[in-house]
């Protein structure tokens, strides 16, 4: 099952869809920058889509997501209920209930190993866009006092009705998820486009639509030192990658993972390199990525076999990677 040199990996943060030298002319490609992070499609054109047409589609798309999550924009949604008073109420849009919602469900599930309320330590740690520069390690009181302004149970949410509250101090960041969510909204509009084939990324997280021209299933490995894993395909399912091998924080010559632990307000220790996921859902995919970083290298395994996950745990072992897949990944890439 090793794939040709162009197999398309995850688990990093610019990865683009290069189609192979023996693809058809019709497996086309097109990439942008989003999100911080670059984008990237590849998708079967027997119809001749203008590729204006497709790039539009998904510039409009990623936009009505930055529009909503994106805490970089001091007019989105999210950035406007993190400025709000103490016991206001929001009604917000259904994407942002959606996100929001899945987030909500895997902190019950995981014991608060992701949570969307962790603005403030992101912030308190160096990462996020409202970070300042950090010239040593938070004081325990700063780390204390940005913790009590965290908690995913203080958010009262009716996903019926769309509204959240403002307890006041919170700061969702939507950051383990959002991007997952943008790679299927995407998805989405192509599909309403006319498009029925394609592979759509975003700073690596992926979601497989239909097959390669040919009828081949769009495949993806896992980018470890030694391509321990077959690759696997991505017929109708998503897979998202969380880890410290691209966003760290240096400070006297140590670093630190840009993953937030929400349960104690630190950064991961350095035991894994990285946990990848699949789902049909990118947007759950990502989220359980990030949940099972958090969960770590004993309970991370533990979880996602009780919960039939298929997941991929590299973890560091001195100078070598111990790579363990779930049997819910074996099956898939048997």
Not at 1 to 10: C, D, E, G, L, Q
Not at 111 to 127: E, H, M, N, Q, R
Request: include cysteine; proline fraction near 6%.
């Amino acid at each position: 099952m090793r794939p040709s040199f162009a197999t398309w990996r995850a688990g990093g943060y610019a990865n683009t869809a290069v189609p192979r030298p023996a693809d058809p002319s019709r497996l086309q490609k097109l990439a942008g920058r989003t999100m911080g992070t670059t984008w990237s499609l590849a998708f079967d054109n027997p119809a001749m889509h203008p590729h204006d047409a497709v790039l539009a589609t998904v510039n409009e798309t990623l936009g009505k997501v930055i529009a909503q999550m994106s805490t970089w924009d001091a007019a989105s949604d999210i950035s406007r209920y993190n400025r709000a008073q103490a016991g206001s109420r929001h009604v917000v849009p259904d994407d942002f209930a959606r996100v929001l919602g899945c987030a909500l469900q895997w902190a019950e599930a995981s014991g608060g190993a992701i949570d969307p309320t962790v603005g403030s330590l992101v912030a308190l740690w160096g990462f996020g866009a409202h970070a300042r520069a950090i010239s040593a390690e938070p004081s325990a009181a700063a780390l204390a006092d940005a913790k009590s302004r965290t908690g995913w149970k203080r958010l009262a949410f009716a996903p019926d009705a769309r509204t959240i509250t403002q307890p006041g101090g919170l700061s969702l960041d939507f950051s383990g998820v959002a991007k997952g969510f943008a790679v299927d909204q995407v998805a989405e509009t192509l599909l309403t486009l006319g498009l029925r084939d394609f592979l759509v990324e975003i700073g690596g997280e992926l979601r497989g639509v239909g097959v390669r021209p040919g009828g081949q299933a769009w495949r993806v490995r896992i980018d470890i030192a030694d391509d321990a894993l077959p690759p696997v395909a991505l017929t109708g399912m998503s897979i998202a990658t969380s880890g410290d091998r691209w966003h760290v924080h240096e400070q006297g010559g140590r670093c630190w993972s840009h993953t937030i632990d929400p349960r104690n307000g630190k950064p991961l220790p350095a035991t894994l390199a990285s946990v990848t996921a699949l789902h049909p859902q990118c947007m759950h995919a990502d989220a359980l990525a990030t949940a099972l970083m958090v969960l770590g290298a004993t309970d991370g395994p533990a979880f996602a076999e009780r919960h039939r996950i298929a997941a991929v745990f590299v973890r560091r072992n001195g100078e070598t990677q111990q790579v363990l897949a779930t049997k819910a990944w074996r099956a898939l890439s048997a």
